[in-house]
């Protein structure tokens, strides 16, 4: 299971027992709640015994051609990670890392789903059905870490195999009762009660994530687990977990069940995972961002680059564009679009709704097919001279010797962060040294005294663009204020 490590604020709440008096007044509404309210259930145990034999353990061995580091006072990663020394290597023998998590199976033929970070680079794969009895070599069909999901195949002969029905996820609702399916730490099967805390829920760690959210108690060992509904239909698969402790702490995510088919489904047809794309570096619209922009509201994904000769490119989609529908989808969010466009089939036509200029406008297009990206360009500590801003930072001209340093395509033209520094409005903004500024407030800069005089002469927000790394983005700044002796303040 993966961890997310946050800080996690624990709420307690009292509630009165099924048998306790209250002398509270009646509220207007708590006839029509009760009225509604579902029959109280004891036990799920029919769903339990239904749902178990087509929930497996998935076991992984890799050859480590380098032995992983792990901090020694922290022996507790080990076991975390699903990784037991086990007495480590004899003489002349490779280091072996050892997986443990959970798949369902789907299909009467074998077909299981996992997550991808089970079974990635595994040199052998094994499935234990939950009898305990039957133990079979697994063939990995694809994995996407994308979504971090995995479909494998195991043939069985002639034990019979039962799986799981697929639930329409879109119908979850926030309350929904559901059991989350799995092998926490290695324990064996074990089944958990909670409820659907969220849906649509993002929280950064996958580039494609629409995640179910439920306080059912998920552990390291459930990934690739099963959350099922009341009538044992899989709604979705466990994958991540928020936690500062290793375990449970009622917050965990589950790939929805309708995610999780369309990809298994690709990946048995076609051996990979084909989803559109557009051609845009796209980011949030902050508050900051839509003042600068003169924005009505923060819907939609802003454009921050546009890729030559892409699909967007093509359409005259441009960088300051907001793009807040696809055909008829609202876009709510840049995670949003990802997900609406990635679900868009390469050739087909599509038309999206622009904010520009204070009006909307509708462009056609004709979606792409998305290719895996290469590795980012690392940058490092340039050695520039010492310019000084209002935001800051320590710009330099952009030369030759930096740009092929860095790999920064011709096309781009600015000045180059050196420094940042510490609690500046620029590090607050994220700004980083590497970076480029390549626009201010709208216009062009190709030098550093240009970047520093925009700037200076700008009153409020500072809306900056900037390339990182192959992509450009927008950032809005306010930059430090002077008191009547010209200090910043």
């Not at 048998?19 to 009225?35: Q, W």
């Not at 975390?80 to 998590?101: D, H, K, N, V």
């Amino acid at each position: 299971m993966r961890p997310i490590n946050a800080l996690v604020l624990a709420l307690s709440a009292c509630a009165l027992g099924a048998g306790a008096e209250s002398s509270a007044p009646v509220r207007p509404g708590d006839a029509a709640i009760a009225a509604t309210a579902a029959p109280r259930v004891d036990s799920y145990a029919d769903i339990a015994r239904a749902v178990g034999p087509g929930v497996v353990t998935v076991s992984s061995t890799r050859t480590m051609r380098q032995q992983p580091r792990m901090p020694p006072d922290q022996p507790e990663l080990h076991e975390f990670f699903g990784f037991g020394e086990r007495g480590g290597p004899g003489p002349g023998q490779a280091p072996q890392q050892q997986g443990l998590g959970s798949g369902v199976i789907v299909t009467a033929d074998g077909y299981i789903l996992t997550n991808s970070h089970v079974v990635r680079g595994a040199d052998e794969v094994r499935v234990g059905l939950a009898d305990g009895r039957h133990d079979f070599v697994a063939r990995v069909i694809g994995t996407d870490a994308k979504s971090d999901l995995a479909v494998i195949k195991i043939d069985a002969g002639e034990t019979a195999l039962h799986p799981l029905r697929f639930a329409d996820s879109a119908t979850v609702q926030v309350g929904d009762v559901v059991l989350a399916v799995g092998n926490p730490f290695g324990v064996g099967q074990t089944v958990t009660m909670g409820i659907i805390s969220a849906t649509g829920r993002g929280v950064g760690i996958l580039d494609y994530e629409d995640f179910l959210q439920t306080d059912a108690a998920i552990n390291p060992g459930n990934s690739g687990g099963a959350l099922v509904d009341t009538s044992g239909r899989l709604v979705g698969i466990n994958t991540a977990i928020l936690s500062q402790s290793g375990g449970n702490m009622g917050i965990g995510f589950a790939v929805p069940a309708n995610l999780a088919r369309a990809i298994m489904d690709q990946m048995i047809a076609k051996g990979r995972v084909v989803r559109g794309y557009l051609g845009v570096n796209i980011q949030p619209v902050t508050t900051e961002l839509a003042k600068g922009l003169k924005l009505p509201d923060r819907d939609g994904a802003l454009v921050g680059d546009v890729v030559p000769d892409s699909p967007a490119a093509k359409a005259g989609v441009r960088a300051g564009d907001v793009i807040v529908a696809v055909d008829q989808d609202k876009v709510r969010d840049p995670r949003h679009l990802r997900l609406r466009v990635a679900q868009l089939a390469p050739g087909a036509k599509a038309a999206l709704t622009l904010r520009r200029d204070g009006a909307e406008q509708k462009v056609d297009l004709v979606i792409g097919d998305l290719k895996d990206d290469g590795d980012d360009a690392d940058p490092q500590a340039v050695q520039p001279e010492r310019r000084q801003s209002r935001l800051g930072l320590r710009l330099e001209d952009l030369d030759a010797t930096v740009r092929g340093r860095l790999d920064i395509p011709q096309r781009i033209a600015g000045a180059i962060i050196a420094e940042v520094q510490p609690d500046s409005p620029a590090a607050k903004a994220g700004l980083r040294p590497g970076d480029v500024v390549h626009e201010v407030n709208g216009r062009p800069v190709v030098t550093a005294d240009e970047v520093t005089a925009s700037v200076k002469e700008t009153v409020g927000t500072v809306l900056l663009r900037v390339w990182r790394q192959g992509a450009s983005r927008f950032v809005a700044i306010e930059p430090q204020q002077r008191d009547d002796a010209g200090k910043q303040r």
